[in-house]
């Protein structure tokens, strides 16, 4: 299984960037549909936003014009640039492979608080 490592988060004011990182052990280049996710306290996982090989793009509704993912496959790393921070932001993010591959495996996550 390929370790996925989350890093990036932290506390933030409304309103505020982060820059959030998901290193793989292992190559990404051709591994398709690469994408965020996030769990709020007391809801279930969601995806935020994922990206292709080819570096196509889709965001779920909450992240929209706010969010913006891309990836580095010389450095099998994705990101995610997250602006304009809400409260309800606030989750523990983490970033997955697809369904059924070496990269579909969650890692620790990184925490991000938004607030004041």
């Known amino acids: 299984q390929v370790q996925l490592v989350e890093s990036g988060g932290g506390l933030v004011q409304p309103g505020g960037s982060l820059r959030l990182s998901c290193a793989a052990s292992a190559n990404i280049s051709s591994i398709n549909a690469m994408g965020w996710y996030r769990r709020a306290p007391g809801k279930q996982r969601e995806l935020v936003a994922a990206?292709?090989?080819?570096?196509?793009?889709n965001y779920a509704g909450s992240g929209k014009g706010r969010f913006t993912i891309s990836r580095d496959n010389a450095k099998n790393t994705v990101y995610l640039q997250m602006n304009s921070l809400k409260p309800e932001d606030t989750a523990v993010y983490y970033c997955?492979?697809?369904?059924?591959?070496?990269?579909?495996?969650w890692g620790q996550g990184t925490q991000v608080t938004v607030s004041s």
């Open positions: 990206i292709t090989s080819g570096g196509n793009t």
């Open positions: 997955k492979g697809p369904r059924g591959t070496e990269y579909d495996s």
